[in-house]
Structure formats: structure tokens, C-alpha cells
């Protein structure tokens, strides 16, 4: 079973109990880290974000369709009073829950129902190569970013290649494209940048550790990125058992990809724990 899936089942059979992301990952075998990273990954959401929309949702439902005493859904849903429960509801559906027995209002609500793996996103993607780096650094420019929002990315390499020839110090012939800072919401740092042996006013720099890691290869239009990266996180890495360390991954890319064109190969480099 893809491990998507597994975590949906857990968090579906545990929608009316307490769940941990610790006792989450425990049950799947897989690390908190690696775990956070596939779900936000597949769905946009960190999984308290989804947990919360799924007991919402179930609990608007109920109201909606049954007479059942409001304390006693939002009891269900994981709430420890009525006062809880209805900021919550107002605060994701913007009515109180009462309103839903008053007015036809549930089917204008956004129910979040439970996520399935999205198929077509699964690509062919060889195995990777397993290879130990040493440290080095990353200088180049940077924005926050999130997994259901990288729409900056490409204009943030844009700039990055207009002020490239600032950079002291430039180990030649590559680019790096550094996921960083990552939160359970799903937000990150993205910098895109050029080895370099010292520091550039007015960049950012980050200093990636001696790591070992899994290398991956995209080839093709730099647009389909996000089937391959779907499928190294979601089937690929579970599949062949490795899991990715609390450091930071990368994009590599050298003489085998086309800035202009998007095409050609690429790399992924996701450190693993070994």
C-alpha cells in the first residue's frame, strides 16, 4: 500500500480519538519527518490541517443530517466543550454550527473529504543512487514558499541569474535549487543559488552537512517536476524502505539540463537516514 494511503487509513480510523504525528508515524514505520513530507507533498496540507477539515467536515455533516445534540458531534469531533467546537466550526466554515439546522446552508459548505492518492501523478522513476556528499555551502536568493504554493520559484531563478555574476567565490558549472526550513504546515525556504566558497552581500547563504543521499534523476520538460517528485515521496522511496533525514534536500542542476529550453536532466538529492 502506497504510503499515502496508509496514512489516510490511520487518520481516518483515528478520527475520533487522539493522534499524535509521533504514534501516526509509529504506526506507518516511517519517520515524522519523511512522513510530514509526503503528506504535504501529495495534498497541500499539513495532516493537523487535514485532521482538523476531516472533524469538521464529518461533524457538519452529522448536524446537517441528523437531530444528534450538537455537544455530543462536537465531542465526536474531538472537542472537550461546545464553546470549542463552535469557534472552530465558525473559524473553518464562517457559520455557527446551529445554522446548519436553520438554514439550507450545507451544501454550499467545503467539505474536505478523504484524500485518495492521485494515480495520475504516479511516473516512472528509476531508483536512485545512493551517494555520501560533504559539506558545502549555497549562496544565492531565496523566498518562503509552501508545497501547495511554489509559484514564485521560477522567477526567483530569474533574479537569481541576473545577479549570479555577484557571487565571490563561484564553484562554476552548477546550479542548486535548496529546500529548507521546513515546518509540519508545509512551509519552507527555497533558495536558488551557486556553490560558493564565501559569503555575498545581499544573498543568503545555507550550509548543507556531510549527508548521505538518495539520487534521483528527472529527465525531460522541468514542468512534469512535480509527477516525479510525487512519485519519489509516495511510492518510490517506501517502496524500496528509506526514509528522509531531518536535512535539507536539493535540486541539482549542470550541463545535462537547458535553462532556456526546461528540458534535459535533472537531480534530486533527498538525504536519507542510514
Given at each position: ?43 497541500g ?10 472533524r ?123 529546500c ?95
Amino acid at each position: 500500500m502506497p504510503l499515502l494511503d496508509k496514512l489516510v487509513w490511520q487518520i481516518e480510523m483515528s478520527l475520533h480519538s487522539e493522534l499524535s504525528l509521533s504514534s501516526l508515524s509509529e504506526r506507518c514505520a516511517v519517520n515524522i519527518n519523511h512522513m510530514c513530507r509526503v503528506f504535504q507533498f501529495a495534498t497541500g496540507m499539513s495532516i493537523k490541517s487535514y485532521v482538523r477539515a476531516r472533524r469538521l467536515s464529518n461533524a457538519a455533516h452529522a448536524i446537517a443530517s441528523s437531530d444528534a445534540n450538537i455537544l455530543s458531534i462536537a465531542l465526536d469531533a474531538g472537542y472537550s466543550s461546545h464553546e470549542a467546537f463552535t469557534r472552530a466550526f465558525v473559524g473553518y466554515f464562517g457559520i455557527v454550527p446551529s445554522g446548519l439546522r436553520t438554514k439550507d446552508l450545507a451544501p454550499n459548505l467545503t467539505l474536505i473529504e478523504p484524500f485518495e492518492m492521485k494515480k495520475e501523478m504516479i511516473v516512472p522513476v528509476s531508483p536512485p543512487q545512493k551517494r555520501e556528499r560533504a559539506a558545502f555551502r549555497v549562496v544565492g536568493l531565496g523566498t518562503d514558499c509552501s508545497f501547495a504554493k511554489t509559484g514564485a520559484i521560477p522567477a526567483l531563478w530569474q533574479s537569481f541569474f541576473a545577479r549570479e555574476s555577484d557571487v565571490i567565490g563561484v564553484v562554476p558549472g552548477i546550479a542548486y535549487g535548496v529546500c529548507c526550513m521546513g515546518d509540519e504546515a508545509g512551509n519552507f525556504r527555497y533558495i536558488a543559488g551557486v556553490e560558493a566558497s564565501a559569503s555575498t552581500s545581499g544573498m543568503e547563504q545555507i550550509d548543507l552537512p556531510s549527508h548521505h543521499y538518495a539520487v534521483f534523476t528527472h529527465s525531460g520538460h522541468i514542468s512534469d517536476l512535480p509527477k516525479t517528485v510525487y512519485t519519489i515521496w509516495n511510492k518510490v522511496m517506501p517502496d524500496l524502505g528509506l526514509q528522509a533525514a531531518q536535512a535539507p534536500d536539493f535540486e541539482l542542476y549542470d550541463h545535462r539540463f537547458n535553462g532556456q529550453t526546461g528540458r534535459g536532466e535533472m537531480e534530486i538529492w533527498i538525504p536519507i537516514v542510514s
